[in-house]
């Protein structure tokens, strides 16, 4: 196993609109993430991503960028961003911005000249199409719902957007372009960041054909995917991303990829193929998908969990690499979807935590997991700021019939916003994120959920993630020890080893509010075992024939 320092590392992820507002205006901001960074020393990440600080007219929060080379104004200036990154340096740590260049914001001067006529130099910039009978070019449809083509009346033409109508879909098959976004990545990695997350990436290249997607039951829109998912040229454009950019630069690179699969990611990720060093895969995320997509909330069972987190450890054992993540910021808390956001909440965050940073890859850790934070439900439909959870009310309400209550229901479980209410510091007003009014409501718990109080708990969420990282940094196993799935029947208990030279671990997390029993293999006990970390006091010697208690967790350390 090769080692490297990216391997070693723990990522984690601030949402600067929710992170931290230093000026009162309600919106976090860089000087805000200045103020916490001891908090994050303290935590003992190596690596933060930054969600998108561009120029953004902020239609998806940022992931429309207007100006690839400029901090948005309400974040703060380049200034604020160079005193960011020294500081982070200072500290030992490292910085990965979001690179978000499947699209750009209309507001992009690019697309300003673009849309300005057919034969402006910056057209081919974009994708544009004549209409077909006087309709879209085709069928496909919007992430964010309704179609991804709009029409723009000044040239008579349609462009693609694989996102909103304000995220015009960038021309990868154009030279010019690819060189322009080269250039930017230059600029910023001479600024001396570490590296980059790569938005929705394998998206870069589409099928020249534009076909029709095939139409679900019912659907009004095709499924455009199998024409831009993994298309044609993806790994030419990131090999060229790597010669042209990254090449001489030793940072960290992950590219979002959904629908991705572990023998893509093999591909993506090999390590003699010049692309990237992980991905994020969705199948885990994609869980209780149904016919209305992750609106459906349907049931998810653990032994599918499993065997797709462990399809993915195996897959990619020896030459890829593994990110390991349960949340980020379009996905609900992690605590409240595969956890107990009750009764349990410590015990299962904690559990949920081990699972995942016992496995093996690069784990990321998203703001305010750390603290135990859970889903939000609001009221009203008018408390939400997500772009895809509004679209998406407007469409299943006002055309498919849902009632209110039905789609309020399935937000509370899936809305995105779940993950941007501000980070809970402490139990003063806003949970002492603003002095003014939040971009959105703090999640009411805030008095009993907050930084505060689980930094002064020896006990709490923050503590156990804390030695989690410790742990990492101890023990060459957590990072390289290779992965078998345990017990891959039970629907109770995820269990797991990892080996590496002669040592095992054994991890045993229990996913259910009772308690569970289990019968190991006969081999693990003719090894002599400590407890390196578990949710629940008792300590034993050798390994405990015990029930797990509900959400208990238990690591052990074999020799
Ligand atoms: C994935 C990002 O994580 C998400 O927040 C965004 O809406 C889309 N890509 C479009 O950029």
Avoid at 120 to 149: H, V
Wanted: glycine content about 8%.
């Amino acid at each position: 196993m090769d080692k490297a320092w990216w391997k070693e590392a723990v990522v984690y992820q601030v949402y600067p609109r929710s992170f931290m507002d230093s000026d009162g205006d309600g919106i976090g901001d860089i000087n805000g993430i200045l103020m916490k960074l001891d908090y994050l020393q303290e935590l003992g990440v190596n690596v933060i991503w930054l969600s998108p600080v561009y120029q953004s007219p902020n239609d998806d929060n940022g992931y429309d960028i207007s100006d690839y080379k400029a901090i948005m104004t309400e974040f703060g200036t380049m200034a604020d961003f160079d005193r960011l990154l020294k500081a982070v340096h200072e500290r030992g740590m490292k910085i990965m911005m979001d690179l978000v260049v499947n699209h750009s914001s209309d507001e992009h001067p690019w697309f300003e000249e673009s849309r300005s006529s057919k034969d402006n130099p910056k057209r081919d910039y974009y994708i544009w199409k004549p209409g077909r009978n006087g309709k879209e070019p085709n069928n496909w449809e919007s992430i964010f719902k309704g179609s991804a083509w709009e029409y723009d009346e000044r040239t008579d033409e349609y462009y693609l957007h694989l996102f909103s109508r304000k995220q015009p879909d960038l021309n990868w098959e154009n030279p010019k372009l690819r060189e322009e976004i080269y250039s930017i990545m230059t600029w910023w990695l001479n600024k001396g960041v570490d590296g980059f997350r790569m938005d929705v990436i394998n998206f870069l290249s589409k099928d020249q054909s534009y076909s029709d997607g095939a139409i679900q039951h019912e659907k009004q829109y095709g499924d455009g995917s199998p024409f831009f998912l993994n298309g044609p040229r993806i790994h030419e454009f990131l090999q060229e991303i790597n010669q042209r950019a990254l090449s001489g630069h030793d940072v960290i690179t992950v590219g979002e990829m959904p629908g991705v699969t572990p023998e893509e990611a093999q591909l993506f990720t090999g390590k003699d193929r010049g692309e990237l060093h992980m991905v994020f895969q969705f199948e885990h995320m994609d869980l209780g998908k149904g016919p209305e997509g992750k609106w459906s909330n349907d049931k998810w069972k653990l032994t599918e969990l499993k065997r797709i987190l462990s399809k993915w450890q195996t897959g990619l054992e020896g030459d890829g690499w593994n990110s390991l993540y349960w949340n980020n910021h379009d996905q609900p808390r992690v605590v409240s979807r595969f956890g107990h956001d009750g009764k349990y909440r410590i015990e299962s965050a904690k559990m949920l935590a081990a699972c995942l940073h016992m496995l093996q890859g690069t784990p990321y850790i998203y703001q305010g997991e750390e603290l135990g934070m859970t889903n939000v439900a609001f009221e009203s439909i008018d408390e939400y700021r997500d772009i895809e959870t509004l679209n998406s009310y407007d469409e299943l309400v006002h055309s498919h019939g849902w009632s209110k209550e039905r789609m309020m229901s399935a937000i509370h479980a899936r809305s995105r916003d779940n993950a941007r209410t501000p980070i809970q510091w402490n139990d003063s007003r806003n949970g002492g994120f603003t002095k003014g009014t939040p971009w959105i409501k703090v999640n009411p718990n805030f008095p009993e959920i907050n930084a505060e109080k689980a930094y002064n708990d020896p006990n709490s969420i923050f503590h156990f993630y804390k030695k989690l990282i410790q742990l990492r940094k101890e023990h060459d196993i957590v990072v390289y020890g290779r992965f078998e799935l345990l017990l891959p029947d039970d629907e109770r208990i995820f269990a797991y080893t990892r080996s590496f030279e002669e040592e095992k671990l054994l991890v045993l997390c229990n996913f259910k509010e009772e308690q569970a029993s289990y019968t190991l293999p006969e081999e693990l006990h003719a090894y002599s075992a400590t407890k390196l970390i578990g949710n629940y006091d008792q300590e034993e010697e050798g390994i405990s024939s015990k029930p797990l208690q509900p959400y208990e967790c238990r690591v052990y350390h074999l020799k």
